[in-house]
């Protein structure tokens, strides 16, 4: 589920557990009254799959999540070939006017919970609506070359 962006918190993961064993009347000792499974079943499923591990996730605004693909990559690649190189791949733009500009967007948003992730990968992000919250931007200019960059 998390390389969907949907990943499952543990107590999700204990809730459905303890539906499918009622669905399927498996016996089990779980609590019938907060109806889930215990945090000790939970301890010792993890242990016993030890591919399973306990991931706090990156937030990943939907527009984000949907907009990163390889056609979008593609376009934005042709486009920048066009404006930096001719056709007969001289390069148009020279290199002391090439910036490369590292700008962050820091959100107040929820923190979002840990979810159950297969261990090992790299990165686990969950969908967050980040569009709400308050946005402060911070840009960095770096020059290509050994030129000063332009004052904004």
């Not at 399927?24 to 499923?45: S, V, Y």
């Not at 006017?97 to 107040?108: A, L, M, Q, S």
Request: hydrophobic share 35%.
């Amino acid at each position: 589920m998390e390389c969907k962006l949907y990943g499952l918190t543990t107590e999700a993961v204990r809730k459905i557990v303890f539906e499918f064993c009622v669905k399927n009347n498996i016996p089990h000792n779980f609590c019938e009254e907060k109806q889930c499974a215990g945090r000790k079943w939970m301890r010792l499923f993890l242990r016993r799959h030890p591919e399973l591990s306990i991931r706090k996730p990156e937030s990943t605004s939907i527009q984000r999540a949907l907009g990163y693909n390889r056609a979008k990559i593609k376009v934005f690649e042709d486009v920048l070939k066009k404006e930096l190189f001719t056709n007969d791949g001289s390069q148009k733009i020279p290199p002391e006017n090439i910036f490369n500009v590292d700008e962050t967007g820091v959100t107040v948003n929820h923190k979002p919970q840990k979810i159950v992730a297969a261990r090992g990968k790299k990165s686990v992000a969950v969908i967050n609506s980040a569009e709400r919250g308050k946005l402060s931007r911070q840009s960095v200019v770096y020059p290509q070359q050994d030129s000063t960059a332009p004052h904004y």
